[in-house]
């Protein structure tokens, strides 16, 4: 039984909790927010479980085991060291941390201590990433060319990070998992018109091998969308997050080059085949995601969202705040 001590209770805690108390071989020892309505809410729905203001006694509790960060993104690193000088596994809600010295700082702490880092990449554990990876591993989409993506919505507005460091890392935490490749170069524009915060950006990742991905958020968005397009060199797919069934749409579509003269006479040929949905496992990617961490614990594996992982994203978006703060300029890896 792994013991968990849960510090933040606000927006994502009480799913944290939820899915916790779900799995056989976990148990929610302690949880802790400085918000007195939080924690009235959480002892409202546990009453079996210790609720405190103090997160220095679930960091510090020898009968704890793990504790999950979540909380501001500027309160991770205090947070999570605290936590590993005390022995303790850490799930870390993203992204990672503030800067990339911290992150790394972090990653030294856990292999001294022979501890696990999860940074909580929810989206890599839904039915739809899983069935992409497959799609991407098996060769049914063939060569990758581009990822493109749009997330978009009005709101939830953040004081403390701007939106690409809010809404980005799920889909740079998706293009590291899917290309698994360093990026060469970063480039991202934006600006900023409500709260001193950058609510609408635009980011390319360029990566070896011809590979691009481009990343849409905003705050400012009358709708909320949720779409991305895959395209390889075989077939292409569309991914709506928002569609109850048929999430994922494939399509066997294409262009091929063919040149019988030289570079000066190429032929351009259409494939227009047919379209597919593939079947989606349906389960909830947060309590996949945490058993997985569960297992990873218990048999002292280190997880693919491990510290590393978080990491790597930490690094782009740092990349992206230069290129950001710079007007586009491309930042080089």
């Known amino acids: 039984m792994i013991r968990f001590g849960v510090i933040g209770y606000g927006y994502w805690g009480p799913n944290i909790v939820r899915n916790l108390r779900g799995l056989d071989s976990t148990k929610?020892?302690?949880?802790?927010?400085?918000?007195?309505?939080?924690?009235?809410?959480?002892?409202?729905?546990?009453?079996?479980?210790?609720?405190?203001?103090?997160?220095?006694?679930?960091?510090?509790?020898?009968?704890?085991?793990?504790?999950?960060?979540?909380?501001p993104v500027w309160t991770h690193y205090?947070?999570?060291?605290?936590?590993?000088?005390?022995?303790?596994?850490?799930?870390?809600?993203?992204?990672?941390?503030s800067t990339s010295t911290q992150a790394e700082e972090l990653i030294e702490l856990a292999e001294k201590n022979k501890l696990q880092i999860m940074v909580d990449h929810t989206f890599l554990f839904t039915g739809a990433v899983r069935k992409i990876q497959e799609l991407v591993d098996d060769g049914t989409l063939g060569k990758l060319y581009y990822y493109d993506s749009t997330r978009v919505n009005l709101g939830l507005f953040q004081h403390d990070i701007n939106v690409l460091w809010d809404l980005a890392p799920h889909d740079l935490a998706i293009v590291d998992h899917l290309i698994g490749d360093r990026p060469d170069a970063v480039i991202a524009t934006g600006e900023q018109h409500l709260n001193g915060l950058t609510d609408v950006a635009y980011m390319t990742i360029y990566y070896p091998d011809n590979v691009i991905a481009h990343i849409n958020v905003n705050w400012l968005s009358p709708v909320k969308v949720r779409t991305t397009l895959i395209g390889g060199e075989k077939k292409m797919l569309v991914w709506n997050d928002l569609e109850a069934d048929e999430k994922i749409k494939v399509y066997d579509r294409g262009v091929q080059m063919n040149s019988k003269q030289g570079v000066y006479d190429l032929l351009v040929s259409y494939r227009t085949g047919d379209m597919w949905a593939p079947k989606i496992e349906a389960t909830e990617a947060l309590k996949a995601e945490l058993g997985y961490f569960v297992d990873c614990i218990k048999k002292n594996e280190r997880p693919h969202n491990d510290g590393l992982a978080g990491l790597r994203i930490v690094r782009m978006l740092e990349a992206a705040e230069e290129s950001l703060n710079r007007k586009g300029e491309a930042v080089y890896a």
């Open 78 to 97: 205090e947070l999570a060291k605290r936590a590993l000088l005390n022995g303790k596994h850490v799930f870390v809600e993203k992204p990672f941390t």
């Open 28 to 71: 929610v020892v302690a949880i802790s927010d400085k918000n007195s309505g939080a924690l009235r809410r959480a002892a409202q729905a546990y009453p079996d479980v210790q609720v405190t203001a103090d997160c220095s006694e679930i960091l510090s509790s020898p009968d704890i085991d793990a504790v999950a960060v979540i909380t």
